[in-house]
């Protein structure tokens, strides 16, 4: 199977159009000390590759899991217990659940996959990892080198006194903690620095291993250089003033000699009714549930919206079958609409030549078999978890429609039992449709009311699909069964 050709969406051209001809390293990293959320991010650094690669550049495109950054507080779910481990590197942390090896990869690896199945071309690399190899070996004895100055640039840029001792690396003690230790030599020659800790006990770190880190802003600075970025977007909190790319930028031209590389400020995703998302908060969309509703691109085009740089408030509830049925007119042609999928979804589960039965009758085009399979997979997902309830949807068997038929009148029952009499097996959404509207009108039965009983036995409620596509679709039997009722 060829792979998808994505389209480049135009502020991504113009990005690309202000940086260099390459060779290009585009980055995006993040942090898995919890449910990894930001997909945002790595979507335009997606998007920004694939138009730097559309204009014939070189490009390294990857993520960056700072797994050894310091479990500095407890993300909703996880037991109190793990409070022992705060300011442990989260490589170093069991995973909560026992089922990876550790903390960071708990969170990392179902990140992961979701990038997998979206067939994203993008390397992972594990911070703890570069560190232990010596990817950060250089740039570390540097940072070190230069304390005083970037101690400096901290202050100016953040208005904030920093402790007399404070030092841009953080060695990790015998504790296994971080960030508590003080350097009283940095041993170059052997890439070690001398530090005492919390309790006064005197020790070695080796940087070239891995046994400790830069501190955040000092080393995504640091981390430009060591790996040649060229770009990197950021979220509005990290470009405010005083932030973290300010700082960054003085360090890498004033220390590391380095240039900053070209960015893109990307806006906030909320949650229709819940606010942004946040995982200390546990509002959160993960990309792997996501994908459980959408396929790969349509997930893509929901979230970098028209411009990302503009904020987003997502409605998966009422708003999301439109916002399929838009992206599914994109792409296809006579799209069934998301709704009757969810209808069909609901009423004949994963069974694809039952689904395909039920929408030619209904008057759809059917697809082929295994995209029938995904799009009912899609839909049925969506119905259990997104649906309004006016959406679910379940078949009433024989003795519920029963007990339901006894909420109707003399005339909605007569009316039924003169519909069941006039159904054939061949007939059509349209034609089933005409017939219920017609039965009704020479009864004189209001339209509403016949509507409302058919729905009644069908689905135990008083309003659903339309009905017309919605009955051809059941077996006959099954339906003038319950209308006889």
């Not at 050709?5 to 993040?30: F, K, N, Q």
């Amino acid at each position: 199977m060829s792979k998808t050709v994505l389209p480049i969406p135009g502020w991504a051209s113009r990005v690309a159009d202000t940086l260099s001809e390459g060779p290009h390293v585009v980055v995006t990293g993040i942090s898995p000390s919890g449910n990894i959320h930001n997909l945002r991010e790595v979507l335009v650094a997606e998007a920004v590759a694939n138009a730097l690669k559309e204009k014939g550049a070189e490009v390294r495109f990857i993520f960056h899991a700072d797994t050894i950054d310091p479990l500095r507080k407890i993300s909703p779910g996880i037991p109190e217990s793990f409070k022992e481990y705060l300011g442990h590197s989260l490589t170093c942390v069991p995973d909560p659940e026992g089922c990876h090896a550790s903390y960071a990869e708990h969170f990392l690896v179902p990140f992961e996959e979701a990038l997998k199945e979206m067939e994203m071309d993008v390397e992972v690399l594990r911070s703890h990892e570069l560190y232990e190899k010596g990817v950060y070996t250089q740039v570390t004895r540097e940072a070190i080198e230069h304390t005083a100055e970037l101690r400096e640039i901290l202050q100016e840029v953040s208005g904030r006194e920093m402790p007399e001792h404070w030092s841009p690396y953080l060695p990790r003690t015998a504790s296994g903690k971080m960030g508590g230790a003080r350097i009283l030599e940095h041993v170059p020659e052997e890439n070690k620095v001398v530090y005492v800790d919390e309790d006064g006990w005197e020790d070695a770190a080796d940087y070239s291993k891995g046994e400790g880190k830069l501190g955040w802003r000092t080393e995504l600075a640091a981390r430009w250089k060591a790996l040649g970025v060229t770009f990197e977007p950021f979220g509005k909190d990290h470009t405010s003033r005083g932030g973290s790319t300010e700082t960054a930028d003085r360090m890498a031209r004033e220390v590391f000699h380095y240039p900053p590389p070209g960015r893109y400020e990307y806006e906030w995703i909320s949650i229709k009714g819940k606010g942004p998302m946040s995982s200390s908060k546990g509002i959160v969309l993960l990309p792997k549930d996501l994908l459980r509703i959408m396929p790969p691109d349509a997930l893509r085009r929901m979230m970098l919206g028209r411009d990302p740089a503009r904020a987003l408030d997502l409605d998966l509830e009422d708003g999301f079958p439109r916002f399929m049925d838009e992206y599914r007119a994109s792409v296809e042609e006579n799209p069934v609409p998301f709704t009757h999928l969810v209808t069909v979804a609901q009423t004949v589960g994963a069974n694809t030549q039952a689904a395909g039965e039920m929408l030619r009758k209904g008057g759809y085009e059917v697809a082929e078999e295994s995209n029938l399979a995904k799009d009912l997979y899609y839909a049925r997902n969506w119905s259990e978890q997104w649906a309004p309830e006016s959406m679910r949807l379940r078949l009433l068997d024989f003795e519920e429609a029963k007990e339901a038929a006894t909420g109707l009148d003399e005339e909605q029952c007569e009316y039924l039992a003169a519909v069941a009499g006039k159904l054939k097996p061949d007939m059509e959404g349209d034609l089933v449709q005409d017939l219920l509207y017609s039965t009704a009108i020479e009864r004189g039965l209001k339209p509403k009311r016949a509507f409302a009983a058919v729905y009644s036995v069908l689905i135990g409620k008083k309003s659903g699909p339309k009905a017309g596509p919605f009955v051809a679709g059941l077996p006959i039997e099954e339906v003038r069964e319950r209308f006889s009722v």
